[in-house]
Each structure stands twice: as structure tokens, then as C-alpha cells.
């Protein structure tokens, strides 16, 4: 039986090609430095921002980061609060995962020193209120087989699924292929989907608390995105459903070292500097009135929107990439309350839950489990750091005061004895700035060579060749620019890596 097992799982992984392709060829007999002085000017300090600004000081450009914020790090940024007794602490927008196959990402964490910190979880919940709790530390990692052991560790029931004509549909998701599954899915909602398949509510479950992790409900979360994202996180590599954490506040595990790699790589870095506009300087720009050769766009939605909008002469370089620039569009309102109570559980649960919201609450994070920080602010005041995160906020859902309602209802339903923890510090935050992933959007998302002279773009939303997702999409676009550049002044490319391009029932 495992022998025969284990030749199924190499003829999947043979189909696949493998988990990690490398997905440009890199000349090595190129020079790896520049001899010429030749700047650019980085817009934006998240993880494409930070990613560009090492490759490219790395091989001895003058590189200029701007970002708006008076810290470092984008959406995995972190922050100092102060509360009216004195407590400081480090804040972040929410708990991020690092998957195994973010490839280019670990690269990154590698070259800036940062990977040390990584620890990998045991296990994680998708917990609900009528269905059970399901978690996925005993499901086997080979595609296909994986969506099998889901129904053995009873995620869902294959029986069901036997009985139904329209579950062949779902081989849609071991179907992946850009072209073809973007002209078919991108129309289409996944709760359109789960309504025409009939999927059991267990499943839908299960699929929608994906969905909210891509910042959409169900209605308008793009089928296709629905079906790329499996492809990328769970169809096309048998590294699992676990992933790794940064052990500590990022402050400490991410941004502390990037500053460091940075500066020590000559990276002039300037926070608290938002950038208006981009104007044209012969084939070069200027920004914040400094000239440069280069400018990679590496900011938000939002912000790119915004820039695109205020520099005149990028419709007429480029009305197509500018239309699609001034299209940008952020998904829905996201929002996460930390608290500190003075209560710890006292049932043993993984620092991190997905929770089948009722109204708005879509996972809860144990930081005292996680972070060292936390956990030493536990021990001490015998309580608990608990993050409460609503992905999507119906837009219903009015402000930060009946957002707290809910969350409060909601964590009290899911962990009950809670109710008599008394909470010592809060921390809200209610944003509107991450990228959509809805129906119809696909087609308008401009490439990272928008086809405007030494500009380049960067970002989880910028139209990827790859499938790459989220953080990930974020670093990989980041290199396919730092590498446009390096090409054009005959430097070496930095190698870029991928999960399999098509899905196992994929047309070849």
C-alpha cells in the first residue's frame, strides 16, 4: 500500500513538474554590479518597496525609498502605541502567514537576515458555531490526494459530494491555467459558484473562510482568483496546509533587519514622505524634485491610484496602462481590535483560528502563543493578547463602534469564558486600502512593464505571469521590475521562482 501510495504521489508531482520552478534564465557570464551611477527612486516600503530597494542597492544603483508612513514595512509594518497608564507596546495590522511557497519571499527573509526567526505552527482551526472545528495537521500534502484526506479527517463528507452531478464542476480547481481559467471564472462570484455546484454547507464554510482571506466576501470574490488561489496555496506543490511565523513582533523579526540591509547597502530611506505626483525629466523623473533614472511604483491601490491620477504625462506615454492605473480598486473595509485581557485560556487551541463569522469576525489570533513580546506581557499580568480580525467588513457595517460590538458578541460565542476576562488595553484599527480581488478586475490590472519609459510597477495587485499570491505576488513583482532594470543596463537577472504554472488536469 506505500509503495503504491508513494508512486501515485511521484507521478502528481511529475505531472506538476515539481513543487518550486525556476522561471527565468539568469546569465551568469553578466556583470552582478553596475559601474555607472545611475539612481532610482522607490515609492512605497512594503514588501515590494523593501524587495526592489535590496536587489537593486545590491548591485550598486543609488536607490531612494519613499513611504508615507513614519515606519517601515507596508501591511507587515509595525508601529509603537502608548496607553494612558504608560503601557507601550508594537502594533501591526494583523497576523501575517508565511506559506512555504512563497519561494521569493523566504529569499528575501534570507537576504535580509530575518529568517532566522521564522517558526513553523502545529496546527490551525477553522472553528465554527453549527459545523464542528476542522484543522490540518494530519491532512497529506500531495495535490489531489490532499482534497481527499480532507474528506477522511471528515472536512467534508464524500458521500455528498459522489451524489451530486454538478461536484465534477470542482475539478475546475486542479484545472488552473491563466488564460483559460480568467476568460472562464472572472465573471463569475464564487458564491454564484457554490450556488450553481450546490455545495453542502460544510464546504461552504470551509471555502468562504478562504474567500475573507482575500479581503472579499463571497459575492464578489472572483471565481477565477478563487481558483488560482488553491492552485497556488494547496493544488500545484505537496508542501501543505502549515506554514511558518515570525516568532516575534515584526518590528524586531522583519523591519529592524531590512533597515539595516538596506542602510548598509546605501539606501537612502525617507519616511513621512508621501509622493503627489511623478513628473517626466527627459527619460527619467522627478520626484519629490530630485531627479532619477528609474521609479518603481511599489505603493498600495490607493496610493498608486492617486499618483497615477496626479501625473499627467502617463496617459499620454501610455493611455491603456493609465486607464488601467486610474482603475485600481481597493476591496472592502478590513478592520482588527487587539486586546489585552487579563485572562488566558484554558483550553490548549493553536495560536491562530478561522472562524465561520456570524457577522463579521473571521479569525482570532493568539498572540501570547505566538510572539515573545506578548508572551512575556502575558506572563506577567497572567492574562492574554488576543487579535480579532474581520477580513471583509460588510459594508452594512457602519464604524469602529458597532464594528467592536460585533467582534465582542462574536469572541464571547466562539470562546465563551472569555466573558469574564476584563480588558485591559485595545488597540482598533478600521482600513480601506488593500487590494481587490473581485469579479471582472483581472483584465484591468496593469503588468509590471506598464510600456512608460524606466517605469515600473510593484505590488500584490500588478497582473502577475505567475500565480503567485498576496505577500508573494508582492515580492515577485518586485523582482520582475528590480530585473527589467537590470536588463536594461546588462546587469545579471535575480533568479525568479514559481509554484507550477497549470494545475494538475490542466491542458498541456
Not at 117 to 126: F, N, T
Not at 392 to 411: G, N, Y
Not at 468 to 497: D, H, Q, W, Y
Amino acid at each position: 500500500m506505500n509503495k503504491r501510495r508513494g508512486l501515485l504521489e511521484g507521478i502528481i508531482m511529475k505531472r506538476l513538474g515539481g513543487n518550486r520552478l525556476q522561471v527565468n534564465e539568469v546569465d551568469t557570464s553578466r556583470p552582478l554590479k553596475i559601474r555607472k551611477d545611475k539612481t532610482i527612486a522607490v515609492i512605497g516600503a512594503g514588501i515590494a518597496g523593501l524587495a526592489a530597494a535590496a536587489v537593486l542597492a545590491e548591485r550598486g544603483f543609488r536607490v531612494t525609498l519613499f513611504e508615507k508612513n513614519d515606519y517601515l514595512g507596508g501591511k507587515i509594518g509595525s508601529w509603537p502605541v502608548r496607553f494612558k497608564d504608560g503601557f507601550q507596546t508594537q502594533v501591526e495590522h494583523g497576523f501575517h502567514a508565511f506559506f512555504r511557497q512563497y519561494y521569493n519571499l523566504f529569499a528575501l527573509l534570507d537576504r535580509i537576515g530575518s529568517a532566522k526567526y521564522l517558526i513553523p505552527i502545529e496546527d490551525y482551526l477553522i472553528s465554527t458555531l453549527d459545523h464542528g472545528n476542522y484543522g490540518f495537521k494530519g491532512i497529506r500534502t500531495t495535490p489531489a490526494l490532499n482534497m481527499l484526506s480532507m474528506a477522511r479527517h471528515k472536512v467534508y463528507k464524500l458521500g455528498d459530494m459522489m451524489k451530486n452531478p454538478e461536484s465534477r464542476r470542482l475539478l475546475a480547481f486542479l484545472q488552473y491555467d491563466a488564460e483559460r481559467t480568467f476568460s472562464r471564472f472572472d465573471h463569475l462570484s464564487f458564491q454564484q459558484f457554490a450556488e450553481q455546484v450546490g455545495l453542502p454547507p460544510q464546504m461552504r464554510v470551509i471555502f468562504s473562510t478562504f474567500t475573507r482571506a482575500f479581503f472579499a466576501e463571497s459575492h464578489l470574490m472572483s471565481m477565477a482568483e478563487m481558483i488560482k488561489s488553491f492552485h497556488f496555496y494547496f493544488l500545484s506543490n505537496d508542501l501543505g496546509l502549515i506554514y511558518d511565523v515570525l516568532r516575534d513582533d515584526f518590528a524586531t523579526t522583519f523591519i529592524a533587519p531590512a533597515r539595516k540591509h538596506l542602510e548598509g547597502n546605501g539606501v537612502d530611506i525617507r519616511m513621512g514622505k508621501p509622493i503627489q505626483a511623478l513628473q517626466r525629466r527627459e527619460r527619467g523623473f522627478t520626484v519629490d524634485r530630485e531627479a532619477f533614472d528609474y521609479v518603481i511604483l511599489a505603493t498600495d491601490v490607493v496610493g498608486s491610484r492617486s499618483i497615477a491620477e496626479a501625473s499627467a504625462f502617463l496617459e499620454a506615454e501610455n493611455p491603456d496602462s493609465f486607464l488601467k492605473l486610474v482603475a485600481l480598486k481597493a476591496s472592502q473595509r478590513y478592520s482588527v481590535l487587539r486586546l489585552w485581557m487579563d485572562r488566558d485560556l484554558e483550553e490548549d487551541l493553536p495560536f491562530f483560528i478561522f472562524t465561520d463569522r456570524v457577522k463579521l469576525l473571521d479569525s482570532i489570533s493568539l498572540y501570547h502563543n505566538l510572539e515573545d513580546a506578548s508572551a512575556k506581557w502575558a506572563k506577567a499580568n497572567k492574562g492574554g493578547v488576543y487579535e480579532l480580525h474581520s477580513y471583509a467588513v460588510p459594508d452594512d457595517v457602519r464604524d469602529k463602534r458597532e464594528i467592536r460590538k460585533h467582534f465582542l458578541e462574536e469572541l464571547y460565542a466562539y470562546l465563551p469564558e472569555l466573558k469574564r476576562a476584563k480588558i485591559l488595553y485595545e488597540y482598533h484599527q478600521l482600513r480601506d486600502d488593500f487590494t481587490a480581488f473581485h469579479t471582472g478586475l483581472y483584465d484591468r490590472r496593469p503588468p509590471f512593464d506598464p510600456g512608460i519609459v524606466n517605469l515600473y510597477l510593484a505590488g500584490d495587485w500588478v497582473r502577475l505571469p505567475y500565480p503567485a499570491m498576496l505577500m508573494e505576488a508582492a515580492c515577485t513583482s518586485a523582482l520582475l521590475s528590480a530585473n527589467a532594470i537590470l536588463a536594461k543596463e546588462g546587469l545579471r537577472s535575480e533568479p525568479v521562482f514559481s509554484v507550477p504554472l497549470q494545475g494538475l488536469l490542466a491542458r498541456r
